[in-house]
């Protein structure tokens, strides 16, 4: 067993204002997506200067923490944040969802292609690759929280979370998360995304692999406990919410190639 490193989730107090590791790692997110994007604007829209690019990196910012938080709110816990609504606004206590900050980047991204002559799908797969940056850093947010901890085990790298009642042993689910959302989905994207693809294949790239890694880690993750397991006890909230993003992605892929070898064949 690996002992649980003690962090304050504090990473700053000055007098009444605390900055929280959480809040940190959506900042580091954010602005390491900003970093990467402006190396490969150039090649994604030559005329667009730096103010541009951070119009887009800021809405679809303001994507994940609205959707973020509004999801995990609508999926996982209303009837607590109808009870006491100014919950909402306590992020750094975490309580974020994935799939709720995709809707949001999702309107957000729409909302700028609009404006700016750029369809949906042509700004979304230049946003996904940018994407695991922000995941990984949220579960190292997760894990410095000691939130999201996964089922009691005797593996060596188990640890012990001082927010668990129980006190058990447990899988640190949060760094397997980080590894596999994080590391490996952007390791994933990045090379898939360097050579050209149709468009729609990164963004179902993404939307696959997303799924399935997070489908996995759910076995060994707990649930939350005011939802507990779903669809005969076995399945997670999180599971449902991936299996479509699974198959939209496998559907996305093979939509792309497949109109890519008609419009070749066309010419």
């Known amino acids: 067993m690996l002992p649980y490193p003690q962090i304050d ?13 959480y809040g940190l790692m959506y900042l580091i997110g954010i ?13 994604f829209a030559p005329s667009w200067n730096k103010e541009k690019l951070s119009d887009l990196v800021f809405w679809v910012a303001m994507g994940v ?3 973020g938080r509004l999801g995990y709110v609508l999926f996982y816990d209303l009837a607590a944040y109808i009870a006491e609504p100014v919950r909402m606004l306590r992020i750094w206590e975490g309580g974020m969802s994935f799939h709720g900050g995709l809707i949001g980047v999702m309107l957000a991204t729409w909302w700028f292609g609009k404006r700016n002559n750029k369809s949906f799908f042509e700004l979304m797969d230049f946003i996904a690759p940018l994407v695991p940056i922000g995941l990984g850093a949220g579960r190292i947010g997760n894990f410095i929280n000691a939130e999201l901890w996964g089922k009691a085990t005797d593996v060596p ?5 001082p927010t668990d009642p129980e006190q058990l042993a447990r899988h640190p689910s949060q760094l397997y998360q980080f590894a596999l959302e994080g590391v490996a989905l952007f390791t994933i994207l990045w090379f898939y995304s360097r050579k050209p693809r ?11 692999c997303y799924g399935i890694f997070r489908f996995i ?3 060994v993750r707990v649930p939350d406990a005011q939802l507990g397991y779903l669809a005969g006890g076995w399945l997670t909230m999180g599971q449902v919410l ?8 496998l559907g996305l892929i093979a939509y792309a190639y497949k109109r890519q070898a008609a419009q070749e064949a066309v010419q």
């Open 31 to 43: 602005g390491g997506a900003w970093w990467l994007a402006s190396r490969r604007v150039n090649a």
């Open 157 to 161: 790298w188990a640890m012990v979370f």
């Open 217 to 219: 880690v759910e076995f």
């Open 9 to 21: 989730p504090v990473a700053l107090a000055l007098g009444p204002l605390k900055i929280h590791w």
């Open 198 to 208: 149709p468009t729609m294949a990164v963004s179902g790239m993404f939307a696959m």
């Open 242 to 249: 991936c299996v479509p993003m699974i198959l939209g992605g």
């Open 65 to 67: 923490i609205l959707g």
